[in-house]
């Protein structure tokens, strides 16, 4: 299903853009894990970047080896053009949404 | 950080075995950092447990096995690149070139056993086209019938002969019905010409339901009128020539004078339906009015009545089903004879289920796969020295196959090339085994009656067949090898140490294998040889009268006593007896006979005979006396044989003479005379009950007793007589020994299916035997040398050479002699109740025989080995 959109997805992509040049596998997990205080676990982390990947939101390149890491080098994760698309049609999506539904979502009753 | 502690080994090795070739650097990396990141909040012993549980939710990620897919997809490496299809080609090319020896074998053997495949692939095939010609096919069903005996409940593809109009009249939901009558057999006369004639007689529906197209004629009204027929193209041509036939008049006996209204095309060889005319069924009606024939309407008779039906388009056979049913329990009732009506469509009638009085040729889904079978018999040891010989072969391209992979060939590649090649020489096989396939076509079509009926003249579909299935056994059999060489591990294959596979697990199979063909092979002599045996044991029988010098002459429409006059006068001729049946054959008429001390009657075969015929024959009369000249006093009498002294309980021979007996429930005859026991039919069952009836009106035959001194001449003579004696057919006489040995003829066929079957797997299996043998030489050329070289003799060294494969020989003939001898002398029996049971001699000479072929294989290769000049090996490294 090209083009969706998943909850997960979204997530993702949208730290993968906020974490600027330090994207990689172990940030991602950290940076979520904080926020959404739940734990993801690396394979289902791994297997949504894969996807993003081949719907062509994720462009990816191997950084240089590091030490902590048992010598081995980190693949960092950066959104493309189309990443973005996507991104900015899901928030225009729920902006409209947002507005249409304004009125019965209001908190204050 | 305590550099000290490491992520647990075993998962890093589990994780990286499970990654095969895949980049999973990143992932592995990512991992670690999170177990030492775990470290230092946990302890060590959980780090590790959450570290193993990444591990494992990282190998069943998704992300993974794209990976993993990725890497064997990757660009340079891709499957399939059409790019090196040339290559493969010319390497298989090439290869095939450069061994012609075993390429040679090795195709020679699959042509051979493909032959036969081919074969069958056309038979079926045909099969499976028959009726196709017929649009309306879907909706065309037949009605057949069972018959509930309680015994082997036969199902008959025929109906009485009134279901067909009780469905007409009575039932409303069926488009057509249509009746047809199987018995218009007969002579055809027009002018002077008599012609043989098979058909039916139908309805003029026949043309809606089937597709049998008019040549000449109107299909609407050509059957309409009672004493039309129609015939086909082929029939009017051998009647009437060049003449048009429409509106001539055909005297076709017992149904009177027929008027041809038209011209059918002739019958497709794959109808079910076979006919060389078709007649009104209204002629059948007209004639059973006047009484000519017996109309037997009877709901107990099942024969030669057909019905097919056409339904509407779109509607269900159910409620047919139901009213056949219903018909069916009207019919027969409760305690009487049962039997039920069910219906067949048109395409389940062939193939289809085996049935009684079927109406033209049947072939039941039971024989189809019997011949399958056999055909695979010998394609399965085709195939298999095949792989043998191919792996053995190929052994010599280890180098090959590693410089392959290590420029970057896939193994997948390396199996696909394998297979390729296979599937080239199997297309090349295939080609050579179109050539045996021709051949044997001929001699299948001379060999077996119903093959006659088979159009196996090869077209487009067939084949596509025969290609499609050389690609298949081309798949098939180049799958082992492929497996095999794809495996080669290219360090070793460069460095020239991939084992032979054969140490290990090979030889035993490929020796299974070539003993089982032997065995086979001996199976197949011996089965020819016994049979052969059988049918010098029947021709040479003492069936207890007297063989020689008899001609029978078929009396057809001549009178016995004109007959007896005429060729009396011949001085060739000795003596003249009359019969109704010819002794020793299979076809003696049965009577039923009663005693008046018992309550049923026993059906006892009998033959119609004059005064002569016991002379003639010299059989011997035991007690009482020959039949007379006076035919009012033979009327009452009949000559019985022992056996029937026996089973009707007449004490002895002689107190037998002048009992009397119920003839048929309603003549009394008294017994003048017994005969001495003999064989009055086929050896393939017992002496029963006979007896000798003596009634003119059934004398077909004239037995002459002629000493054999010229046969042309004698029957030059007798055509000559014959002719004077006014008759309108053509003279049918046949000496007696000729006679018996048509009617053992059969063994003949079976001698020579299994006899080409035979051939078919003593070559195949001499082609494996040759090509091992060949190669196990060929890989011992060294030893041999060496051995020589030490002083080893040539005799020694072709022992020791050929040991193995004695030895497999040896085993093939202990495993099979016991196995057919049984097989044999049970089977014989069955087939025939006087045969001679296997002897010695036969298993003698088959074992020869096979030693003779098996040897001379083997001690080709290995004297030419031991002969060899040393040097020659010694200095090829």
């Given at each position: 299903m090209k083009g969706y959109l998943g909850e997960f997805e979204e997530l993702v992509l949208l730290t993968i853009a906020s974490l600027l040049d330090n994207a990689y596998g172990v940030s991602i997990k950290t940076y979520i894990d904080e926020r959404t205080s739940r734990s993801i676990s690396i394979g289902a982390l791994h297997s949504t970047i894969t996807r993003l990947e081949e719907k062509g939101y994720l462009s990816s390149h191997l950084g240089e080896p590091t030490q902590e890491r048992g010598g081995r080098s980190k693949r960092f994760y950066e959104v493309t053009q189309t990443g973005k698309i996507a991104l900015h049609q899901m928030k225009n999506l729920r902006d409209d949404l947002w507005v249409a539904a304004s009125h019965n979502l209001s908190l204050t009753k | 950080?305590?550099?000290?502690?490491?992520?647990?080994?075993?998962?890093?090795?589990?994780?990286?075995?499970?990654?095969?070739?895949?980049?999973?650097?990143?992932?592995?990396?990512?991992?670690?950092?999170?177990?030492?990141?775990?470290?230092?909040?946990?302890?060590?012993?959980?780090?590790?447990?959450?570290?193993?549980?990444?591990?494992?939710?990282?190998?069943?990620?998704?992300?993974?096995?794209?990976?993993?897919?990725?890497?064997?997809?990757?660009?340079?490496?891709?499957?399939?690149?059409?790019?090196?299809?040339?290559?493969?080609?010319?390497?298989?090319?090439?290869?095939?070139?450069?061994?012609?020896?075993?390429?040679?074998?090795?195709?020679?053997?699959?042509?051979?056993?493909?032959?036969?495949?081919?074969?069958?692939?056309?038979?079926?095939?045909?099969?499976?086209?028959?009726?196709?010609?017929?649009?309306?096919?879907?909706?065309?069903?037949?009605?057949?019938?069972?018959?509930?005996?309680?015994?082997?409940?036969?199902?008959?593809?025929?109906?009485?002969?009134?279901?067909?109009?009780?469905?007409?009249?009575?039932?409303?939901?069926?488009?057509?019905?249509?009746?047809?009558r199987a018995s218009l057999n007969g002579e055809a006369a027009y002018e002077e010409k008599k012609m043989p004639i098979n058909g039916y007689f139908t309805e003029p529906e026949f043309f809606e339901v089937f597709d049998f197209p008019l040549a000449k004629g109107n299909s609407a009204t050509a059957l309409k009128d009672p004493n039309s027929i129609l015939i086909t193209e082929k029939e009017a041509e051998k009647i009437f020539g060049s003449k048009d036939p429409i509106g001539e008049v055909l005297t076709i006996p017992p149904f009177g004078e027929l008027t041809v209204t038209g011209v059918l095309k002739d019958v497709p060889k794959n109808s079910h339906l076979t006919f060389g005319a078709l007649a009104s069924y209204s002629t059948l009606q007209s004639s059973a009015k006047n009484n000519q024939l017996p109309n037997d309407a009877s709901w107990t008779s099942f024969l030669n009545s057909y019905v097919y039906f056409l339904l509407p388009e779109g509607s269900s056979s159910d409620a047919v089903d139901r009213f056949l049913k219903h018909v069916a329990d009207d019919r027969y009732p409760k305690d009487g004879f049962q039997a039920s009506f069910s219906i067949q469509p048109l395409n389940d009638i062939v193939p289809g289920i085996e049935v009684y009085n079927a109406i033209g040729p049947s072939w039941d889904h039971l024989s189809i796969l019997l011949v399958g079978l056999t055909t695979l018999v010998i394609l399965i040891p085709a195939c298999s020295n095949y792989v043998n010989l191919s792996i053995s072969q190929s052994l010599k391209r280890t180098k090959e196959i590693g410089v392959r992979k290590v420029m970057g060939g896939q193994r997948r590649q390396i199996f696909f090339q394998f297979i390729m090649e296979t599937t080239l020489s199997m297309l090349i096989a295939l080609f050579f085994s179109y050539f045996f396939f021709e051949l044997i076509r001929g001699e299948f079509h001379k060999m077996l009656a119903e093959a006659d009926s088979m159009d196996m003249t090869p077209d487009l579909v067939i084949l596509v067949c025969f290609v499609l299935f050389a690609l298949l056994v081309g798949v098939l059999a180049g799958i082992v090898p492929a497996l095999y060489f794809s495996k080669i591990k290219p360090i070793n294959a460069l460095k020239s140490t991939v084992t032979i596979p054969t140490r290990k697990f090979r030889l035993p199979g490929r020796k299974i294998m070539l003993t089982v063909q032997y065995a086979m092979s001996l199976g197949f002599i011996m089965a020819v040889v016994i049979m052969l045996q059988q049918y010098r044991y029947s021709m040479n029988y003492d069936f207890g009268f007297r063989q020689e010098n008899i001609l029978d002459v078929a009396l057809q429409d001549v009178k016995p006593q004109l007959f007896r006059n005429e060729f009396g006068k011949l001085a060739t001729v000795q003596s003249i007896s009359m019969s109704s049946n010819i002794l020793g054959l299979d076809y003696s008429a049965e009577k039923f006979v009663k005693d008046d001390r018992r309550q049923d009657s026993v059906a006892v075969a009998t033959i119609s005979i004059d005064e002569n015929f016991i002379g003639n024959f010299g059989l011997q009369l035991i007690a009482g006396e020959n039949f007379g000249a006076d035919q009012a006093s033979n009327a009452r009498h009949i000559i019985i044989n022992e056996e029937m002294v026996k089973s009707f309980d007449l004490d002895d021979s002689f107190s037998a003479i002048g009992k009397t007996l119920l003839l048929n429930d309603n003549k009394e005859v008294s017994i003048i005379g017994v005969v001495k026991n003999f064989h009055y039919t086929s050896l393939r069952k017992p002496i029963g009950s006979f007896f000798f009836t003596s009634d003119p009106n059934e004398f077909q035959y004239a037995n002459l007793s002629m000493p054999l001194t010229n046969r042309f001449d004698d029957l030059t003579k007798i055509e000559n007589t014959w002719k004077a004696l006014g008759s309108n057919h053509k003279v049918k006489a046949q000496y007696f020994e000729d006679e018996i040995g048509d009617a053992y003829s059969f063994y003949f066929v079976v001698i020579k299916l299994w006899g080409f079957l035979g051939l078919l797997a003593i070559t195949v299996a001499s082609i494996g035997l040759l090509g091992t043998v060949a190669f196990t030489i060929g890989n011992r050329l060294k030893e041999v040398s060496i051995r020589k070289v030490m002083g080893a003799s040539t005799e020694r060294v072709v022992f020791m050479l050929s040991r193995d494969f004695l030895m497999l020989l040896l085993i093939a003939t202990v495993v099979t002699v016991p196995v057919i001898y049984f097989l044999f002398s049970t089977l014989l029996v069955q087939m025939q109740y006087y045969s001679i049971s296997v002897g010695f001699a036969e298993i003698g000479i088959s074992v020869f025989l096979l030693a003779v072929l098996g040897l001379t294989t083997i001690f080709s290769q290995t004297f030419r080995a031991a002969n060899a000049n040393p040097v020659d090996h010694m200095r090829s490294d």
């Open positions: - | 950080m305590k550099p000290e502690i490491k992520p647990p080994r075993l998962a890093d090795g589990l994780f990286l075995w499970f990654c095969e070739r895949a980049s999973v650097e990143d992932l592995h990396g990512d991992v670690e950092e999170l177990f030492y990141s775990d470290l230092e909040k946990y302890s060590v012993v959980r780090a590790k447990l959450k570290y193993w549980q990444r591990i494992f939710s990282l190998i069943f990620s998704y992300a993974l096995r794209q990976r993993k897919r990725r890497a064997a997809y990757h660009p340079y490496s891709s499957t399939l690149s059409f790019v090196m299809l040339p290559n493969y080609f010319k390497t298989s090319v090439r290869n095939l070139a450069k061994n012609k020896f075993y390429a040679g074998l090795n195709i020679f053997g699959l042509a051979l056993g493909m032959s036969l495949s081919l074969l069958f692939i056309a038979i079926t095939v045909f099969i499976y086209r028959y009726d196709n010609f017929h649009t309306k096919r879907d909706r065309i069903y037949r009605v057949i019938t069972q018959v509930h005996d309680d015994v082997n409940n036969p199902i008959y593809a025929s109906t009485p002969s009134d279901l067909g109009f009780i469905l007409e009249d009575e039932f409303s939901g069926i488009e057509k019905v249509v009746s047809i």
